[in-house]
């Protein structure tokens, strides 16, 4: 298997991204994104490939590109990173030896960008001359969000809310949503807590224990006012909540807030 060093801010996204590379190469990770603690993995690992996630990482060490750009010229680096992130770097990744992935990706996305690079490098060295767009940077692509909830009507209202700027799909209830999930891939779930049938925490829970839903964000919509409404639902880890009927900033807010890191 080829080798690869993934480095990044421990937490659910960068586990995510370890779990689902594991199967298709040797994967080392470094948790802490400090230089001299890259060094010295790189140094033990001699990976044929890095991939630095900057998602979810606040003090940043620039030192890390300076080095990997004049010692380890020769080491490709896929940059997965944000729209508002990207200016933190973008002067340091000005070579062909990066490749920006612009969350949110999905892992096949990563594996399928990790293997062109890694044939690309059998058949010529680094610096040679590119062909034409060969490393041009992917667009940004639009979040895609499911909305759940057992009322048509408020479905399609913030479907209306929220379709200019993000991608929607909708179901109308959890066991729909359960089984949409795996097809559609959303990037986060928008739930009303209190639904008919199986119920926005039921649906929840049956996310948490399924390998690949687990880690979609959830932020719950709930007309339940009641402090421990409120905490019931916030004892289960969402990545929010919001107060039905939403306020379109007020969503929006909290929806670029926990996408940001997607």
């Given at each position: 298997?080829?080798?690869?060093?993934?480095?990044?801010?421990?937490?659910?996204?960068?586990?995510?991204?370890?779990?689902?590379?594991?199967?298709?190469?040797?994967?080392?990770?470094?948790?802490?994104?400090?230089?001299?603690?890259?060094?010295?993995?790189?140094?033990?690992?001699?990976?044929?490939?890095?991939?630095?996630?900057?998602?979810?990482?606040?003090?940043?060490?620039?030192?890390?590109f300076?080095?990997?750009?004049?010692?380890?010229?020769y080491?490709?680096?896929?940059?997965?990173?944000?729209?508002?992130?990207?200016?933190?770097?973008?002067?340091?990744?000005?070579?062909?030896?990066?490749?920006?992935?612009?969350r949110?990706?999905?892992?096949?996305?990563?594996?399928?960008?990790?293997?062109?690079?890694?044939?690309?490098?059998?058949?010529?060295?680094?610096?040679?001359?590119?062909?034409?767009?060969?490393?041009?940077?992917?667009?940004?692509?639009r979040?895609?969000?499911?909305?759940?909830?057992?009322?048509?009507?408020?479905?399609?209202?913030?479907?209306?809310m929220?379709?200019?700027?993000?991608?929607?799909?909708?179901?109308?209830?959890?066991?729909k949503?359960?089984?949409?999930?795996?097809?559609?891939?959303?990037?986060?779930?928008?739930?009303?807590?209190?639904?008919?049938?199986?119920?926005?925490?039921?649906?929840?829970?049956?996310?948490?224990?399924?390998?690949?839903?687990?880690?979609?964000?959830?932020?719950?919509?709930?007309?339940?006012?009641?402090?421990?409404?409120?905490?019931?639902?916030?004892?289960?880890?969402?990545?929010?909540?919001?107060?039905?009927?939403?306020?379109?900033?007020?969503?929006?807010?909290?929806?670029?807030?926990?996408?940001?890191?997607?």
């Amino acid at each position: 298997m080829n080798r690869v060093l993934l480095i990044g801010q421990t937490g659910d996204i960068i586990r995510s991204i370890y779990e689902g590379l594991c199967d298709s190469f040797q994967v080392q990770l470094c948790n802490e994104p400090q230089i001299d603690l890259i060094k010295s993995m790189e140094r033990a690992t001699d990976p044929q490939l890095m991939i630095f996630c900057q998602v979810g990482i606040k003090d940043l060490d620039t030192a890390f590109f300076l080095w990997v750009k004049q010692y380890r010229p020769y080491i490709p680096v896929v940059v997965i990173t944000t729209t508002d992130k990207w200016g933190e770097i973008e002067k340091y990744c000005d070579t062909t030896q990066f490749t920006r992935l612009m969350r949110p990706v999905k892992i096949h996305e990563i594996k399928d960008t990790c293997n062109i690079i890694l044939n690309r490098n059998r058949g010529g060295a680094l610096d040679e001359e590119p062909e034409e767009d060969e490393y041009k940077l992917e667009p940004v692509k639009r979040v895609k969000i499911l909305i759940v909830d057992d009322s048509a009507i408020f479905l399609r209202s913030i479907k209306d809310m929220l379709s200019d700027q993000y991608d929607i799909e909708l179901a109308n209830s959890g066991e729909k949503a359960l089984k949409k999930i795996p097809i559609v891939e959303p990037d986060l779930v928008l739930m009303d807590y209190e639904m008919g049938g199986m119920s926005g925490k039921d649906t929840f829970e049956a996310m948490l224990a399924d390998d690949f839903m687990k880690y979609i964000p959830v932020i719950f919509l709930t007309s339940v006012r009641q402090r421990e409404k409120v905490f019931d639902v916030l004892e289960k880890r969402p990545a929010g909540y919001v107060l039905k009927p939403p306020d379109k900033k007020m969503l929006l807010e909290e929806i670029s807030k926990v996408t940001a890191y997607v």
